[in-house]
């Protein structure tokens, strides 16, 4: 028997199965086929038991949440609202639209007037790894901006803009649409830092008008509307831990 069994914890298969990986048969399975990990080792015998507020689970290499007090969600933050959840001079802010429930915080921030997909979670694990720089977690952007894009800014965004904190490099850059005087480009980056699109576009000669964060990692906003709310779960949420590296 495995080193990870805990005599008087939950059969795994039942925890599988109850973190929606199908029915228990199905979960036994998964198990049989090498496919399940518990706190980094593989378990391959059926009997084995865990304890699900403490054994870390992957199935195919992804993280499974087993604590179901943890709540994570998406948002797409309204244009004027502030990303706090108080704010002293009466702005509205995220708090407005979660609604009541468990405590959350914001990951990461987007400025008023930027719009977009913006998560909120009570999983501080998960929280601090989509922050933190070294897990390079993508971030994707639609951009309004003045004036015709040319062709090469792409290399030169690729290959690294210095800004007075230091330099900043895209990892892909299409223009979408262009008119005379404005054209719609898309960014993608790994970095969190201050007003960093606005910045970025701004420092190479086409300030942005209108910006909005459509993605980050696997999380995308969806049919979302200005406002609304969806909770990740299952296969979303493993994508989402997979990105953060958990």
Do not use: W
Request: proline share 6%.
């Amino acid at each position: 028997m495995t080193d990870v069994h805990v005599p008087d914890g939950v059969r795994l298969q039942k925890v599988l199965a109850a973190a929606g990986l199908g029915s228990r048969r199905a979960c036994e399975n998964l198990i049989a086929a090498g496919r399940v990990q518990v706190d980094g080792q593989t378990v391959r015998e059926l009997g084995v038991r865990v304890d699900p507020a403490t054994a870390v689970v992957h199935v195919d290499g992804m993280r499974l949440q087993l604590d179901s007090t943890k709540l994570t969600l998406a948002l797409n933050k309204p244009a004027g609202v502030v990303s706090t959840m108080e704010d002293p001079h009466g702005r509205p802010t995220l708090a407005d639209y979660v609604g009541d429930g468990p405590r959350l915080f914001h990951v990461g921030r987007l400025d008023a007037e930027t719009e977009g997909l913006i998560l909120l979670t009570n999983d501080g694990e998960l929280a601090n790894h989509l922050m933190h720089p070294s897990y390079e977690v993508l971030k994707t952007y639609l951009a309004t901006v003045e004036g015709r894009v040319p062709k090469g800014l792409v290399h030169r965004l690729k290959e690294g803009v210095e800004l007075e904190d230091g330099p900043v490099r895209v990892h892909s850059f299409t223009v979408k649409e262009t008119t005379p005087g404005a054209s719609l480009v898309e960014v993608v980056l790994h970095e969190g830092r201050k007003h960093i699109v606005r910045r970025l576009l701004a420092e190479v000669g086409h300030p942005v008008t209108r910006l909005v964060r459509t993605r980050i990692g696997p999380i995308t906003l969806g049919g979302l509307r200005p406002g609304q709310t969806r909770e990740i779960t299952g296969p979303e949420l493993r994508k989402l831990m997979h990105a953060a590296a958990m």
